[in-house]
Every structure is written in C-alpha cells, then in structure tokens.
C-alpha cells in the first residue's frame, strides 16, 4: 500500500478545480469561470487499487493585491513544500505569460519534482502543441515531464495516475477507504453558497463575497443554517438580494439542492446579506471568518 500528497497549482483559473473533480470522480472543488475562485486548500481522495493519491487544489498563485489574497498566495506557496509531487498546470490555448512564470519560481524555490499539465488540448491543434512544448521548454526550464489533458472531458486524466504513482512516499494510507475528501459538512455548506453567488453575478462582486456560518441547529439527519453573505459596497448587496428577493432565494434553492445531494442531509438555508466595507483588507474580519494571515 502507498500514499502520498500530489499539490495542483497554477495560476488562477486554469482548470485546477475542474481537474480534482475529475480526478476523484466527486464533486471536491467549486468550480466557475472567476479567477480566484478557490480560496483554501482543498484535498481530494482518489484510492486506486493499493494507492491512496491525495490531491490538494490550491489558490491560484498571483501577486496579491488585499490581505485576502495574500492569505490564498501564501497557501498555496506553503503546499509547494509539503507534497510528493507538483502538477503545475497551464492552459494550453494561452501563451506562457508573466503569471505563470511568477509560479514556476515559487516552484523552483521548492525544489519539490514538478509535471507541467497541460490543459485545454481539445481545443489545440498537433502543431499547436508541438509549439506550446518548445514554449515551455524556452520560458520555464527543465521540468521532470509534460502530461497533455483536457480536464473538461477526462482526455488523458489516467496518465496523471500513472505518473504520480511513481512519486507515492508513505506506506499506509492517511483516510479510510469510502473518503473523497475531508472537507466538513459547514465548509461544504459555505463553499457551495459561495460558487453560487460566483455563476450568478459578474465583475467585480464575485470577489467580494464571502460567506459565514452564524449559527447551526440539528436535529438527527437534518441541519439548520443561518448564514451571513458579506459584499464590501451597498450596491452589491441590492444585486445579491435581486428584485423583491428573488435573486437570493434562488441562490438558496440551488445552494441547498446541491448540499442535501453531497451531504445526505436535509437542509434548511436561511441566508442575509450584509455590508462589510473592505473585509478582504481588515485582517481581524479575515481571522473571524477563517482566513489564516500569516506575518513574515
């Protein structure tokens, strides 16, 4: 029996999310089309015969601009260090830019083995690939392989196994054997109002929200939640809400869903919106809603 820990990093938005998914056959990681959307470490399980593979989706590695983005850089800097192997992930329909070399530094400076990902080959050409391998080669340096994938359909997932197999360090497994993740039953709950939000509004809002658990009730195989949604500005807490409501309940509605279907519990949300001006700059607002600030 091996296991061992297999960090996926990246610039933000990728495909990181959308590959864990994939790669454990479970819905782990919230997934939408904002850069940023993941803001934690999220590990997901995936037991292949004797091997157990732990794959940590991480924050998109950026230069930050708030506390809150500091907080998702640094994260996903301190995973480089504590894994067996790194999947640096790149989308293949971009050319190789300023983020992504910002990354591959972090790495070097982990000197854990790292494979480029490349993501995205179903909309890539032969010849767009072979340019894209030179690329790599030219801007980022030797690297220990390259694995061509398209997250969004599966192509090539089963070589990303066959790779980490060989990079497994522990001989025992670290979770049971019917774990996709370990994630909690609150931080599912948060996490998937939060990707709600995401797929329902645009520009700026998404990245001022953030979601809190005020109070819990339960009662044997049933949950009752009181949340706090906090936008930084009055104007997006009036979009969040929608006409007469009619935006937030239907947040609710699909949030809830989706929770009872993961959890196999049945959930009652009741949700608030709330303003809380600059909260990705204010580190005591951070700490309260779990966000680790760590000072150098």
């Known amino acids: 029996m091996k296991s061992g820990f297999i960090a996926i990093v990246g610039r933000p938005n990728v495909g990181k999310s959308t590959l864990i998914n994939k790669l454990i056959e479970e819905k782990v990681a919230i997934v939408s089309d904002k850069a940023g959307t993941t803001r934690d470490q999220i590990r997901g399980i995936a037991n292949k015969g004797e091997n157990q593979y732990i794959f940590i989706d991480t924050p998109g590695i950026h230069k930050p601009k708030h506390l809150l983005g500091e907080h ?7 995973t480089l260090n504590e894994c067996d192997l790194i999947l640096f992930i790149l989308d293949g329909t971009k050319e190789i830019g300023t983020g992504d070399m910002f990354v591959s530094e972090n790495i070097k400076n982990s000197k854990t083995p790292t494979y480029i990902v490349l993501n995205k080959i179903d909309k890539m050409s032969n010849e767009d690939l072979e340019n894209k391998e030179v690329e790599i080669k030219e801007k980022l340096g030797e690297v220990e392989g390259i694995i061509t994938i398209s997250a969004e359909y599966g192509i090539g997932v089963h070589k990303i196994f066959e790779v980490c197999s060989n990079y497994l360090s522990n001989d025992l497994w670290f979770y049971p054997e019917d774990y996709y993740t370990d994630l909690s ?11 709600k939000i995401l797929l329902k509004t645009r520009d700026e809002i998404p990245h001022s929200i953030a979601v809190e658990i005020i109070n819990i009730e339960s009662k044997e195989d049933k949950r009752k939640y009181d949340i706090n949604i906090y936008v930084e500005r009055n104007s997006q807490k009036g979009i969040i809400i929608g006409n007469n409501g009619s935006l937030l309940k239907q947040i609710g509605i699909e949030a809830r869903r989706e929770i009872e279907k993961l959890t196999d519990l049945k959930i009652t949300l009741k949700l608030w919106v709330k303003v809380s001006k600059n909260w990705r700059k204010n580190e005591k607002m951070l700490k309260e809603l779990g966000y680790e600030i760590k000072r150098k």
């Open 185 to 195: 039953v609150n931080k599912i709950v948060i996490e998937t109002i939060r990707e």
């Open 72 to 78: 998702m850089t640094n994260l996903a800097i301190e």
